[in-house]
């Protein structure tokens, strides 16, 4: 403030001459306050990069108390500002009984038998893969085009394959929330954004730090983007890696930051040197995004040309950890933040873009599988904690698609103010505006409905309790 004021008057006194200013002066001081409190407004939103300023900017600890310290009381004040939201008042379709009694057999708390177990140990190394956009409709098996993800289609027959998976949300700071807390996309708000809310999750990672792994993250793009930031730091994640770690040329390789090339060979490096077992290590890619402009160009359409180039990094990435003495130990899973429907890009509401892969890999794979059981991207928490053993009762809307508990398979998916429910009987898309079902197939049902609306405001109340 004393930099803009100081220039201000400087302007005023020495640039401009003594008689403009007094025949100009309320003519220029308008001029000069315009232009300084545009330069002022890029300072408070944090520059012109995507990302905004945010709390979790200043967040460095994994201990909150300090996070909390750090934050600019001021700042913090206008951000809650517009985080008044009361989550429980909100998607009230039904009384108390009723929302029970259809809420309660869909996530069961038994865990049950375990039908398979598909790891050769109980505390594998873990990488987890999050893979940007990567929606089923370019992956072949999954029925989508082919040829444009060969190195990962070939993998899909070296592991576990869930080929009936779906994201629970659209964007992929929600879908983050999704894979790693095994929480439900909301339609109306973004968790990640809330720290004070995200930080209360549960977490892979956390449960993974109380059994002795040591943990960390890496994104090749802004971490601060979404308070992504905060919350891996409140999740357990001792260490983050993100693009003001790698070199100027690096972060302008893509729009969004540094390309899955260097990402993927910084990554590989990084495992090379780990020397402390047990370990869980976060990654998520960037290239496969719009404006998708990537240093590759084995494809002419190009927005199937950046998905065929996070293949071709992935593929040579998998190759090299095959000769590493890392690969016998590890467990390298690899999921969709969330889908992508091509050709038809941006129609966020219809099924077909909510259907991604998720792949188990590595050689702590016992031995190749297809799972095609109906399935959400959240259960991916309960499901991977029951594989190893430990406790995930606080994981209330992930389930263990491995355990004979599973018993009515079913996927429940959001998009802005509406959700979806599929089962054995078929898909239905509610739009909460209209209040009105948008998309049925292969008919209406009044099962589906009313069971996505229990899980809607289920989901609701249990976040509107999180303080």
Excluded at 374 to 400: E, V
Aim: with cysteine; hydrophobic share 35%; net charge neutral.
């Amino acid at each position: 403030m004393l930099v803009l004021a100081a220039l201000y008057c400087y302007l005023l006194t020495i640039i401009i001459p003594d008689k403009f200013v007094s025949r100009f002066r309320k003519v220029t001081q308008s001029l000069l306050m315009l232009l300084t409190t545009g330069v002022l407004f890029i300072f408070i939103r944090g520059g012109v990069t995507e990302s905004t300023s945010n709390v979790g900017q200043v967040y460095f600890s994994n201990d909150q108390f300090l996070n909390h310290s750090a934050v600019n009381p001021t700042f913090s004040l206008l951000s809650s500002l517009n985080k008044t939201q009361d989550f429980g008042e909100e998607f009230n379709f039904f009384d108390e009984d009723r929302r029970e009694k259809l809420f309660e057999a869909l996530y069961p708390n038994s865990d049950g038998d375990s039908i398979v177990n598909v790891l050769k140990t109980k505390k594998p190394n873990i990488l987890l893969i999050l893979m940007e956009s990567f929606g089923a409709s370019f992956i072949e098996p999954l029925g989508g085009l082919p040829d444009v993800t060969p190195n990962f289609n070939r993998l899909s027959k070296e592991g576990v394959f869930f080929t009936n998976c779906y994201a629970n949300s659209y964007r992929t700071d929600r879908g983050t929330i999704c894979a790693l807390s095994g929480y439900l996309g909301l339609p109306t708000a973004s968790v990640m954004k809330l720290p004070v809310k995200s930080q209360t999750l549960p977490a892979i990672s956390d449960e993974l730090v109380k059994v002795g792994y040591t943990t960390d993250f890496l994104y090749g793009g802004d971490i601060n983007f979404t308070n992504m930031k905060s919350y891996l730091l409140s999740k357990g994640y001792q260490k983050t890696t993100a693009d003001k770690d790698f070199s100027l040329s690096e972060q302008r390789s893509n729009a969004w930051g540094v390309n899955d090339n260097i990402t993927f060979n910084y990554l590989f490096s990084e495992i090379e040197k780990k020397r402390k077992e047990p370990w869980h290590t976060g990654f998520l890619t960037l290239s496969s995004h719009e404006p998708f402009e990537v240093p590759y160009s084995r494809l002419k359409d190009k927005i199937p040309n950046a998905f065929a180039y996070t293949d071709e990094c992935f593929g040579k990435f998998i190759d090299k950890l095959k000769k590493s003495p890392a690969w016998d130990n590890l467990l390298i899973i690899c999921v969709a933040d969330h889908g992508f429907y091509y050709p038809k890009e941006g129609l966020n509401t219809l099924p077909k873009f909510y259907h991604i892969p998720m792949l188990w890999l590595g050689g702590a794979i016992k031995e190749p599988m297809a799972v095609d059981k109906i399935m959400n991207q959240a259960d991916l928490s309960a499901t991977l904690l029951a594989q190893l053993g430990i406790d995930h009762s606080k994981f209330n809307f992930s389930r263990n698609i491995l355990s004979s508990s599973y018993k009515y398979p079913f996927a429940f998916y959001t998009f802005n103010n509406g959700f979806s429910f599929r089962d054995s009987t078929g898909v239905t898309v509610y739009d909460n505006n209209s209040n009105k079902v948008i998309y049925q197939d292969p008919s209406e049902s009044s099962d589906r409905i009313d069971r996505g609306k229990a899980i809607l405001q289920t989901v609701y109340d249990d976040l509107g309790a999180r303080k």
